[in-house]
Each structure stands twice: as structure tokens, then as C-alpha cells.
């Protein structure tokens, strides 16, 4: 697929955008539609430092998913533009125009980016180490024992040493979600996505899951996290970004976000979730 309309972009200024974005997200003018309805995604601007977490909000249906999926190339933009890390996400430039991905290319865009869903999707026939180790030996061909001896630091780093052998249904909603974000990091990702990734847990769960991304956040790693968990997003957020009907309608720091929301809309949402 050749898209004109970012061949427009004159180079300098994608160079200037890629190495902003080093180590964090770049979204320039992103629109989104499905088979020739409205616009999902309506011209999103957004920009995550390396090494920043950022509270994705916003009512069901306002694009929030969607934006992450395009980050995360699950699903193709109509325009616009993304860099990850400094790396332009689903296009490349052949030097006259700017095309699709080969499926190596997509395969290694890809594997750049941690994805947490609400759903912990384990593989249920594998182990927690296999679950872990599954990317690394197929994807990236890191050696079986290197990948073990990671997959076990990791596990630990999850607070679930010894659980290595267990199988997803032998553990509860939010220890499955812990070894869903220790698979993730099995990549060495250089951002994680998560959506909703304590929506599908019992509320006692929540925190245990809440924690394990709170230390995630504390050791420098690059998060966009779609919750409803509010305090969650007050504590721990660098910046809350608020969507509605596929625009950004409002972003700053929670304090200000939470405290003194600019727009009626952000005003009528918070009013319903807090
Ligand atoms: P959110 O995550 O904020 O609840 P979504 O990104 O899931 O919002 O959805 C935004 C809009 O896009 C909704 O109207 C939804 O119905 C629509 N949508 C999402 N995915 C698809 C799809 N694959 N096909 C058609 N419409 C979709
Ligand atoms: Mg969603």
C-alpha cells in the first residue's frame, strides 16, 4: 500500500521528530477510520519522553484502544505518522514514497513494543516459563538458557519465584496478568502499552497488578497506560491524557488534570468515574 499523503513530509522534519522521540513515542496527525465510518482516531498529537507514564483516559468508544493498537501496528493508520524509539512505526521511506511494511520489518517494529491487554492472553497449554520464553527463541533466537535464566529473573521481578512450572490456570486473574507483563518484558521492549490491564480482575486483585506497573514506571520504563484506576493515574502518572470521540480533548499532570480540569467535558467524565 503506498500512501500519498505522507509523502508530503519533508524529511528534515521526520529526522528532527525521530530523534525527539529517542527512546520515547512520537504521534503526528494520526486519523483512524473502519471500512469508511467516522473517524475513530481524529488527528492525534502526542509525545511520551523516554522513560515518562502517561494515563490514558477517556469514556468506552473514545479511540483509546485504537490508538494503541496503531502504536502497536495491530491495526494501520489512514495517515499520520508514528516513531517508537526514534523508529518510524509501519512505513519506511524507499526514498521516493513511503510504504507498507515486509513481514521481517513488521515482525521487528513490532517486537519493540510491549502489549498488556485486559485479557492476559497466556498461552494456556504452555507454562509460565514457556509463556516467557516463547518470544525470545522464536522471535529473536536468544538461546534457550539464556532465555530461561531471563524468563526466571523475571518471574521474580513479578513477585511469583517458583511458579515457574504452573500453568496459567492453576494461577489467579492478577498473578496471570503479572506473567503477561513479565512475557512483554522478556522482549526488552523500549515502551509498553497496557489496556485496561486490571479491568478483567477482581477487585482485590487490582493492586498486586497495580504495583508490578508502579515498579515498572519507577525503573525508567516508557508506559501508556489505558485505567479507570484513577488514584492509580493521580499517583503515578507523569502527564494524564484525556480522549474523547477520537481527540485529545485535554492533557496536563494529574494534579492539575484531577484538581482543575480545563474543559466541561473533562470536568462532566472525571464527575462520573471519581
Ligand atoms: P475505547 O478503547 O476508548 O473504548 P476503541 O478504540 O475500542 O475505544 O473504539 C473506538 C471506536 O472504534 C468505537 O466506536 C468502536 O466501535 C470502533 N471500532 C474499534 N475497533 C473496530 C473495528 N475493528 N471495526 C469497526 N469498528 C471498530
Ligand atoms: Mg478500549
Same mark, same amino acid.
Given at each position: 500500500?503506498?500512501?500519498?499523503?505522507?509523502?508530503?513530509?519533508?524529511?528534515?522534519? *521526520?529526522?528532527?521528530?525521530?530523534?525527539?522521540?529517542?527512546?520515547?513515542?512520537?504521534?503526528?496527525?494520526?486519523?483512524?477510520?473502519?471500512?469508511?465510518?467516522?473517524?475513530?482516531?481524529?488527528?492525534?498529537?502526542?509525545?511520551?519522553?523516554?522513560?515518562?507514564?502517561? +494515563?490514558?483516559?477517556?469514556?468506552?468508544?473514545?479511540?483509546?484502544?485504537?490508538?494503541?493498537? +496503531?502504536?502497536? /501496528?495491530?491495526?494501520?493508520?489512514?495517515?499520520?505518522?508514528?516513531?517508537?524509539?526514534?523508529?518510524?512505526?509501519?512505513? %519506511?521511506?524507499? #526514498? %521516493?514514497?513511503?510504504?507498507? /511494511?515486509?513481514?521481517?520489518? $513488521?515482525?521487528?517494529?513490532?517486537?519493540?513494543?510491549?502489549?498488556?491487554?485486559?485479557?492476559?492472553?497466556?498461552?494456556?497449554?504452555?507454562?509460565?516459563?514457556?509463556?516467557?520464553?516463547?518470544?525470545? /527463541?522464536?522471535?529473536?533466537?536468544?538461546? &534457550?538458557?539464556? *532465555?530461561?535464566?531471563?524468563?526466571?529473573?523475571?518471574?521474580?521481578?513479578? #513477585?511469583?519465584?517458583?511458579?515457574?512450572?504452573? $500453568?496459567?490456570?492453576?494461577?489467579?486473574?492478577?498473578?496471570?496478568?503479572?506473567?503477561?507483563?513479565?512475557?512483554?518484558? *522478556?522482549?526488552?521492549?523500549?515502551?509498553?502499552? +497496557?489496556?485496561?490491564?486490571?479491568?478483567? /480482575?477482581?477487585?482485590?486483585?487490582? #493492586?498486586?497488578?497495580?504495583?508490578?506497573?508502579?515498579?515498572?514506571?519507577?525503573?525508567?520504563?516508557?508506559?501508556?497506560?489505558?485505567?479507570?484506576?484513577?488514584?492509580?493515574?493521580?499517583?503515578?502518572?507523569?502527564?494524564?491524557?484525556?480522549?474523547?470521540?477520537? &481527540?485529545?480533548?485535554?492533557?496536563? *499532570?494529574?494534579?492539575?488534570?484531577?484538581?482543575?480540569?480545563?474543559?466541561? &467535558?473533562? &470536568?462532566?467524565?472525571?464527575?462520573?468515574?471519581?
Amino acid at each position: 500500500v503506498i500512501r500519498d499523503d505522507l509523502t508530503a513530509r519533508p524529511p528534515a522534519e *521526520a529526522a528532527e521528530a525521530a530523534g525527539a522521540a529517542a527512546g520515547g513515542i512520537l504521534i503526528r496527525s494520526l486519523t483512524k477510520s473502519f471500512g469508511g465510518g467516522p473517524r475513530v482516531l481524529d488527528g492525534i498529537d502526542l509525545t511520551v519522553e523516554r522513560g515518562q507514564l502517561i +494515563c490514558l483516559v477517556g469514556p468506552s468508544g473514545s479511540g483509546k484502544s485504537t490508538l494503541l493498537r +496503531c502504536v502497536n /501496528l495491530l491495526e494501520s493508520p489512514d495517515s499520520g505518522m508514528i516513531w517508537v524509539s526514534g523508529m518510524l512505526m509501519g512505513r %519506511h521511506f524507499d #526514498g %521516493h514514497r513511503v510504504r507498507a /511494511l515486509r513481514p521481517a520489518e $513488521y515482525r521487528r517494529q513490532q517486537s519493540r513494543i510491549g502489549m498488556i491487554f485486559q485479557q492476559f492472553n497466556l498461552f494456556p497449554h504452555l507454562t509460565v516459563l514457556e509463556n516467557i520464553i516463547e518470544a525470545p /527463541l522464536s522471535v529473536r533466537g536468544v538461546p &534457550r538458557a539464556e *532465555a530461561v535464566a531471563r524468563a526466571e529473573e523475571l518471574v521474580a521481578r513479578v #513477585g511469583l519465584a517458583g511458579r515457574e512450572r504452573a $500453568y496459567p490456570r492453576e494461577l489467579s486473574g492478577g498473578q496471570q496478568q503479572r506473567i503477561a507483563i513479565a512475557r512483554a518484558l *522478556a522482549m526488552d521492549p523500549d515502551v509498553l502499552l +497496557c489496556d485496561e490491564p486490571t479491568s478483567a /480482575l477482581d477487585p482485590e486483585l487490582v #493492586g498486586e497488578v497495580l504495583n508490578v506497573l508502579r515498579d515498572l514506571a519507577a525503573s525508567g520504563m516508557t508506559m501508556v497506560v489505558v485505567t479507570h484506576e484513577m488514584s492509580f493515574a493521580r499517583e503515578v502518572a507523569d502527564r494524564v491524557v484525556f480522549m474523547a470521540e477520537g &481527540r485529545i480533548v485535554e492533557e496536563g *499532570a494529574p494534579e492539575q488534570m484531577f484538581s482543575h480540569p480545563r474543559e466541561e &467535558r473533562t &470536568r462532566n467524565f472525571l464527575r462520573r468515574v471519581l
